[in-house]
């Protein structure tokens, strides 16, 4: 097979092998708000200006930084289900990964080169190829890291072409700003010795134009904004006790990239030195390496804008050992199979759903026509908010910085039953969604353990209506719920609960046919707990 054949082999597998080291399951909290938004815009029409899901911050001001992601994630739910969605993040890195393609070739590289370097890094790559904008923005910033290695290496860019992705770019994920500051160092080293008539064109087109753009949206300034202020945020806020948004752990998984990031920073560094190239590639490599690790969310920005170097040295230290072109295309060829492994260990949406929110709980509240607004977890509010709006107004959901109060009351509700009672009576729940706990603690009315969700909502206030997979529903004691809980309530049987069960049956303050029944009925809705 001659090279050129042997390349357009390698193509379809490397944009394969890229579609399939990217295919997940839909399991992250955030996915869901996301979801939402694109229904919300899907089914009106229109943008949301004010807070459409949550009832603590209704009317308050909304910025949807990322309102084109969250159309085009919905129609593709709307249209295939969940399928539709992982598919379509799979084909976000597939494009993504033939615009490297293209990239890794201006630069000097191979094809061949490119795919050593994805089969050996490639969960670097696939780190946040999620159903999340950072999907879609992922590929802006491969064509900005493809338009940069061509302005480099003497090409023409079209002159519209930095516009018009930083255009496309405000409308997907604020992660421009990590395209931004690379455009300043490509110009300063195209022109560092002649300031002549086209710096100043560069830096109209390259600059001042795509700078235009951000502010070309429906949200006006705020977008551009925004990565300052959540910067500012972020550090006032101390938020660093979410792991995504830590520095980069140097485990069996992420330190092989870690080393090679290193190493890179290392090889343009001595290129440098020895005047076989300029500083730019040490100062790219040496800014990704940094944000690598700073923060684990980096990741596959880095294997991006690493890239071109890397596969260059890769290239050159294949030249230096000698190592026969034949068995280099092999090695990439068979290589290439460990990322087609990954989808070994996928887990359809439908059991990851099934096992981790509450799905058929959500579903009782719907058929039963049950509205108001819900207490519940902090990591289940989208996925209340993308089942059960308009009929349901959540507590919180992902949107860290919008629901920064939320989160730090609900955390510290939850250090003991009367502050999560206060916490309760504190906002005008209607219902409650609450994960299952074995926590017991002392009821220092009946002198015996009960379970701690039984004392933090008690009974006097709040009725358990459904047993399901998740959790418990809880219907609060107003004249609205009256009617289904006088219907639907568990008036013995409570999770985790038996002793306190038998201890009401053998005391006769509760019949043993009434528990029996409800044991039955709770069973018919695959309550988790008895399953234990």
């Not at 219902?431 to 933090?456: Q, S």
């Amino acid at each position: 097979m001659d090279e050129r054949r042997s390349e357009k082999l390698l193509l379809i597998f490397l944009a394969a092998a890229a579609f399939l080291a990217a295919l997940s399951p839909v399991w992250d909290p955030d996915s869901f708000w996301h979801l939402a938004f694109g229904r919300f815009i899907f089914e009106t029409g229109s943008l949301p200006y004010t807070e459409p899901f949550a009832f603590t911050r209704e009317g308050m001001p909304v910025t949807d930084l990322s309102w084109l992601p969250h159309l085009l994630f919905f129609t593709a739910y709307k249209a295939f289900g969940f399928a539709g969605t992982e598919v379509l993040v799979s084909l976000a890195a597939a494009s993504t990964l033939l615009v490297m393609t293209a990239t890794a070739k201006t630069a000097g590289s191979t094809v061949f080169s490119l795919a050593l370097y994805f089969s050996l890094f490639f969960n670097a790559f696939a780190a946040r190829f999620k159903l999340r904008p950072e999907a879609l923005s992922l590929l802006c910033f491969a064509f900005l890291v493809h338009l940069l290695t061509r302005y480099r290496n003497g090409g023409s860019p079209p002159r519209w072409s930095f516009f018009l992705l930083f255009l496309a770019w405000t409308q997907v994920h604020p992660s421009w700003i990590y395209g931004a500051v690379l455009i300043p160092v490509f110009v300063l080293e195209k022109h560092w010795r002649n300031f002549h008539a086209a710096f100043a064109g560069d830096l109209l087109r390259m600059g001042a134009l795509p700078a235009a753009a951000l502010f070309l949206n429906p949200y006006g300034y705020k977008p551009v904004l925004f990565p300052f202020s959540s910067f500012i945020t972020m550090r006032a806020a101390g938020e660093m006790e979410i792991s995504e948004w830590r520095g980069s752990p140097f485990t069996l998984s992420t330190a092989p990239f870690l080393i090679l990031a290193a190493t890179v920073c290392v090889y343009t560094l001595i290129r440098l030195i020895r005047k076989k190239d300029t500083a730019l590639p040490f100062i790219v490599s040496l800014m990704q390496f940094f944000f690598l690790v700073s923060w684990v969310r980096y990741s596959s920005f880095a294997f991006i804008a690493v890239a071109p170097f890397a596969c260059v040295m890769f290239v050159n230290a294949l030249e230096k050992v000698k190592v026969s072109p034949k068995l280099i295309r092999s090695a990439a060829l068979i290589l290439l199979v460990l990322p087609f492994l990954s989808v070994i260990n996928y887990t359809p949406t439908k059991l990851i759903i099934d096992l981790n929110y509450p799905e058929k709980e959500t579903a009782f509240l719907l058929s039963r026509g049950i509205g108001g607004n819900i207490l519940h977890t902090y990591v289940a509010g989208g996925f209340i908010e993308f089942r059960t709006y308009p009929e349901n107004k959540s507590f919180a959901d992902g949107r860290y910085f919008d629901f920064l109060k939320q989160l730090k009351e609900f955390q510290a509700a939850k250090n003991s039953v009367d502050s999560f009672r206060d916490f309760a009576e504190s906002y005008p729940f209607d219902i409650a969604v609450m994960p299952y706990t074995k926590a017991a603690v002392l009821d220092a009315g009946e002198g015996t353990k009960r379970n701690a969700l039984a004392l933090m909502l008690p009974r006097e206030s709040w009725a358990p209506v459904f047993y399901g997979p998740y959790g418990t529903v809880f219907l609060k004691r107003t004249l609205a719920n009256a009617a289904h809980i006088e219907q639907l309530e568990f008036k013995v049987l409570f999770p985790y609960d038996k002793d306190f069960s038998r201890r009401e049956v053998a005391s006769a303050r509760a019949d043993r046919k009434l528990l029996e029944k409800e044991l039955k009925r709770a069973a018919e809705t695959g309550a988790g707990f008895l399953a234990e």
